[in-house]
């Protein structure tokens, strides 16, 4: 019978056959998995992985830090604690790509934390195979993307708004060159005319218009709203006296809404002459600005003119948008009545002791 024992160099005889080991090689493969089990608990994304029937089976760091939940917690439970209900048709479908032995690349998604709230997030999903090559579970890479999002969100928004501001400026300077044209006896006076109205839309422009450099801008500088109102107005003033008037007690604009409030009434402005009261040569605007108890109601009013009959216009474009956020940025309540000859906007803003 042959002795079956270890020998000193790491040799085993084992029947008629010497078979050598290299005892470095197992401390290697030891060596290179703790490296690796390292290198997934330091990840910055969160690394899971679940079984092929969306149970969880171990869970890394970053995966605490983005999902909230421990390792403890979270281990053993089904991965649809993490999926909201109106996503939950997702991880069926998941699964069934990963017993097929596709990989989920750059899936994005939204994903929920322990306390509840939502995120944006981007998922890499592979298949995990035994010893035989069969699938037996699934690994997930989870990164957070909600600031790309916002960032993305942002930048349309941006876009968006430049496009609707390029529009716009191009119809209010087909207004002014009508109502430039109306009272120019002289092709000089003309030009005059159109020179001091461009240059007053370009100082009203200025005031919508956030700092690219991050400095401080004219929108930041103390105001009143009847100073407001008159730059975002003036590009529309004719000879004819009282065009647009301002009413009531003038009164400090504090400093968190003096963009909000110029882009606001900007957008009123330029619908007025695209559409409105400044669209006609006997259209009128008055603004009026009446305290109430705990704040102040902003009257816009618009009056076609005689025999002038007006209604709501289907305009839900990028404007109404834009008109929405502002609103929701300035607390505010607003309502739009349409009457025979013109439109009227009352806008209710809270006050502190500076002002509007």
Not at 11 to 31: C, F, M, N, W, Y
Not at 133 to 162: C, F, P, T, V, Y
Not at 304 to 314: A, E, F, L, Q, Y
Request: aromatic share 6%.
């Amino acid at each position: 019978m042959e002795d079956d024992r270890v020998g000193g160099e790491g040799t085993i005889k084992s029947g008629p056959h010497l078979i050598k080991v290299d005892d470095r090689e197992g401390q290697s493969a030891h060596e290179a998995a703790a490296f690796l089990a390292a290198i997934v608990e330091s990840s910055d994304d969160a690394i899971i992985s679940k079984s092929l029937q969306g149970i969880i089976t171990t869970w890394n760091l970053s995966a605490e830090r983005l999902f909230g939940y421990t390792a403890a917690e979270a281990v053993g439970r089904p991965i649809s604690i993490l999926i909201p209900e109106d996503r939950l048709d997702e991880e069926p479908a998941i699964l069934a790509r990963i017993n097929a032995g596709e990989r989920v690349d750059h899936f994005e998604t939204i994903r929920r934390r322990k306390d509840g709230t939502l995120f944006d997030i981007s998922l890499t999903i592979s298949p995990i195979r035994g010893c035989d090559g069969k699938i037996i579970g699934a690994s997930k890479i989870a990164r957070d993307i909600s600031e790309r999002k916002h960032a993305a969100e942002h930048q349309n928004m941006l876009l968006r708004e430049m496009h609707h501001r390029v529009k716009n400026l191009f119809a209010i300077t087909s207004s002014i060159i009508t109502l430039a044209a109306r009272s120019a006896q002289t092709p000089a006076e003309l030009a005059s005319n159109m020179k001091t109205r461009l240059v007053a839309l370009s100082r009203a422009h200025e005031m919508t218009l956030t700092s690219v450099s991050g400095g401080e801008t004219s929108t930041e500088q103390p105001t009143t709203f009847f100073a407001l109102l008159s730059k975002l107005l003036s590009p529309f003033a004719d000879k004819e006296d009282g065009r647009w008037r301002l009413h009531g007690e003038d009164t400090p604009i504090t400093a968190d809404r003096v963009t909000s409030l110029a882009l606001l009434f900007h957008e009123y402005a330029t619908n007025s002459v695209k559409y409105g009261a400044l669209s006609v040569r006997e259209g009128r605007l008055n603004v009026t600005l009446v305290r109430q108890p705990n704040g102040f109601e902003i009257e816009w009013r618009e009056s076609m003119g005689i025999g002038v009959t007006v209604g709501p216009t289907d305009n839900r474009g990028f404007g109404t948008t834009l008109e929405a956020m502002l609103i929701r940025t300035l607390n505010a309540q607003v309502s739009k009545d349409w009457h025979a000859d013109g439109l009227v906007i009352r806008l209710t803003l809270s006050c502190d002791a500076r002002g509007v």
